[in-house]
């Protein structure tokens, strides 16, 4: 064969010919990274941050629970029956083994990220510790066989050492991995999606520019050669169009369903999970509030901080709070477009107008009618009714009410929840079906294959020349 | 040969349109101005209180909040010499943020669920306890319910005297002032009998003004100490919450809390806070 220059016909052939080997080498590289976009988004979203922030959820929800069923078993004081307080003691226990899951869960989702992972040690360590202190006080509460309502002093001053554990040192730290997965979240859909929707203009164009020297190899070919069609090079061409068009609508399947994912599954399920955890917190102070009257007004200015954290509505105290509450759940109930309060409800209920926020919202109102009834009695001096309606289990107790509206909660988390799962498998399965498995191998081989037919084509006509 | 010529001019073009339609849907919104990424931050800070944010006669800031400022700033990777502090009250800080004048705010910021309508959070970075100061002579004040009737000094713009008359209902007499340093001078001359504001405020006075006042070590709230920043600015709160979070895991917190609290009889909590969250 001679030496092939530019000048020559089979050397222009031969040069277009690489030109479109090396285009179908930028196609490749240039398709596998916008893959390799929405692999890496689907796991961080999917995989890793997203159930970080379901199990570290879980893990506060628990462990904040568990301390609410302390203050209500030293509440009730044994008052009664001897039987008393076992229910809240089995609901203790049954805490304290979805605490254990979680941050198990918790431990395995932070592998590689050292601050969280001494966040999670630094919780089981508090757990152990919070324990001790918990059963020391119901074993002196025991003890005391006082009626309902507050307990002696001994009693309370070693729950304020559990109390003040749980919230300064196990909740934060929970709380904040929550937090910092929702952040995960937001920085990997910011970027990978835009990155996606970025690596598809960018594979388009490669595409077409593939497509573009592979017709224009094919009519230098058949104005030189005076044939009508190189047929392996027409197969190129037509793999290469089918290839491009489908890795197009793949990408943009994939940033929808990271989309879809992100807003209207992972950003509820991050705010009602917060919502929960916040709500969970302010029954306790409620259940505080009743236990240690040294402490009342600082448990009652926490309960209406977080109460308006929850659903904010504008007012000076708890007194003007439930009214506004009231007024303003009324306009919602007329308008359920119209939302006049903000908080964690209000986000939710202006990004999901629909029944399940609306009966979590009215089951938040019924436990805070329940709550102004408690402070009622306790201010009048009646404890004793005010502990039987804060720590009952049955239909008409503040104890059953909030129940109801932590179900509620739970069960929007999980219609949200479904939605993002739908969205990550969608994209997971997407992403790893192809006629020939997953894309990445199929689009290796279609490149490999397309070279392979380039080289092929050309050489057919380069062989005349010899 | 002269119809492929066509064509590929045809697919150029098709590119080209393709490519210019695209990236100009690639432009999305970027909200306010971040926080993060800046060479330069302009820090609010209180002036007058002692401990935490006080301006010495040459002009220099210095305090808790201002060296948490520091640290924090330092994390963001701004140099310390590109910083510069703006002394802020109680009544500016939201409009400073909010007019850009400053970019953070360090000035014991209490978090509220009405400020955070305005202003984002990030932090807190301590959780302070509201608690009330009188006269060393003065015995009767032993709570904050004893302040009914009583002369309560109320600064603009602060949230601790909404406290004491509305959430806790408490019928004091409020005596406006524009600082808690001027409540100070008012409790010493005798204008108002109570100074109600965190321990932390109170501590640093009391050190100053020494045996002529008394903290009657009776707290009632929690006041979450947040770092405002201009609503919105939701990667610049991600990014404080961080440099919080390495603050009291790297030892930092606990001691620029000793440095300036740790002669006081407060009790200092060296455990990172729950944080307020951005969203």
Redesign the interface.
């Known amino acids: 064969m001679r030496r092939l220059s530019l000048r020559t016909t089979p050397g222009r052939v031969g040069a277009l010919a690489a030109v479109v080997v090396l285009a179908i080498g930028g196609f490749y590289i240039v398709a596998n990274i916008a893959v390799g976009n929405a692999r890496d988004g689907l796991r961080v979203i999917g995989h890793d941050a997203g159930p970080q922030v379901l199990a570290t959820g879980d893990l506060y929800f628990a462990l904040s629970d568990m301390d609410s069923q302390v203050a209500s078993i030293l509440l009730t004081g044994r008052e009664g029956s001897p039987g008393a307080g076992q229910q809240e003691l089995a609901r203790y226990s049954q805490d304290r083994a979805v605490a254990d899951r979680a941050a198990l869960q918790a431990a395995e989702l932070s592998v590689g990220d050292p601050a969280d992972q001494a966040a999670v040690r630094s919780i089981l360590d508090g757990l152990g510790r919070y324990e001790r202190l918990a059963s020391q006080a119901i074993v002196l509460d025991e003890q005391a066989h006082h009626p309902a309502g507050p307990p002696p002093a001994n009693v309370i001053a070693v729950y304020t050492q559990a109390t003040d554990l749980m919230t300064l040192e196990l909740l934060p730290p929970a709380y904040n991995l929550t937090l910092e997965g929702g952040a995960t979240v937001r920085g990997a859909y910011a970027a990978k999606r835009s990155a996606v929707l970025s690596g598809r203009l960018w594979m388009a164009l490669a595409g077409l520019a593939v497509i573009a020297a592979l017709v224009a190899l094919q009519f230098f070919i058949a104005a030189r050669f005076r044939r009508r069609l190189n047929p392996a090079l027409a197969v190129a061409t037509l793999g290469l169009v089918l290839l491009t068009v489908s890795a197009v609508r793949l990408l943009s399947g994939e940033a929808a369903h990271l989309q879809a994912a992100k807003t209207s599954g992972f950003d509820s399920i991050l705010t009602m999970s917060r919502a929960r955890a916040i709500s969970n917190s302010l029954h306790a102070d409620e259940s505080r509030f009743l236990l240690d009257p040294g402490r009342a007004d600082t448990y009652s200015l926490a309960y209406l901080d977080k109460s308006q954290t929850v659903l904010y509505v504008a007012s000076g105290n708890l007194g003007e709070y439930y009214t506004a509450l009231g007024a303003s759940m009324k306009a919602y109930r007329a308008n359920p477009r119209a939302v006049g309060f903000l908080g964690f409800y209000g986000d939710e209920a202006r990004a999901h107008p629909g029944l399940a926020v609306t009966a979590v919202l009215s089951r938040f109102q019924q436990f805070q009618a329940d709550d102004q009834r408690i402070r009622q009695l306790a201010g009048g001096g009646q404890d004793r009714q005010a502990v039987m309606l804060l720590t009952g289990r049955t239909a008409g107790s503040s104890g059953y009410d909030f129940d109801q509206y932590d179900q509620a909660v739970v069960s929007l988390i999980g219609q949200h929840r479904a939605t993002f799962d739908q969205a990550i498998s969608a994209g997971d399965r997407e992403l790893g079906r192809s006629v020939v498995g997953n894309w990445a191998v199929l689009l290796l081989l279609a490149a490999l294959g397309a070279a392979v037919l380039v080289v092929a084509g050309v050489w057919a006509r380069l062989r005349e020349y010899r | 040969?002269k119809?492929?010529r066509a064509?590929?001019g045809a697919?150029?073009g098709?590119?080209v349109a393709?490519?210019l339609g695209?990236?100009l849907t690639?432009c999305?919104a970027t909200g306010p101005a971040s926080i993060v990424g800046r060479q330069t931050l302009r820090i609010g800070v209180k002036a007058d209180q002692p401990g935490l944010g006080l301006r010495l006669p040459d002009g220099k800031f210095v305090g808790f909040d201002v060296d948490v400022a520091r640290y924090v700033a330092a994390k963001l990777g701004v140099q310390p010499d590109h910083i510069t502090f703006v002394p802020v009250t109680s009544a500016t800080r939201e409009a400073a943020l909010e007019n850009g004048s400053v970019d953070m705010v360090f000035a014991t910021y209490s978090i509220?669920?009405?400020r955070?309508?305005k202003v984002t959070f990030g932090g807190p970075y301590y959780v302070a306890?509201q608690d009330t100061m009188v006269r060393a002579g003065d015995t009767a004040i032993h709570s904050?319910h004893n302040l009914k009737g009583k002369r309560l000094c109320a600064v603009t713009g602060s949230n601790s005297w909404?406290?004491v008359t509305?959430?806790?209902?408490i019928p004091a007499v409020l005596a406006p002032a524009a600082s808690y340093s001027s409540c100070v001078a008012m409790l010493l001359d005798g204008s108002v009998d109570a100074v109600s504001t965190d321990d932390l405020i109170l501590a640093g006075f009391a050190t100053r003004t020494g045996s002529a006042v008394r903290i009657v070590n009776a707290?009632?709230?929690?006041e979450r100490y947040g770092i405002g920043i201009r609503k919105g600015d939701?990667?610049g709160c991600?990014a404080v919450?961080r440099a919080v979070?390495?603050m009291y895991?790297d030892g930092t917190a606990a001691a620029l809390l000793r440095k300036w609290f740790g002669r006081t009889s407060l009790q200092l909590?060296t455990?990172?806070?729950?944080?307020e969250?951005?969203?």
């Open positions: 040969m119809r492929g064509r590929a697919w150029v098709t590119v393709l490519a695209l990236s690639a999305s509220t669920p009405e955070e309508t306890h904050v909404k406290r509305q959430e806790l209902n707290p009632f709230s929690y939701l990667s991600e919450n979070s390495q895991l909590d455990h990172v806070p729950q944080f969250g951005c969203g």
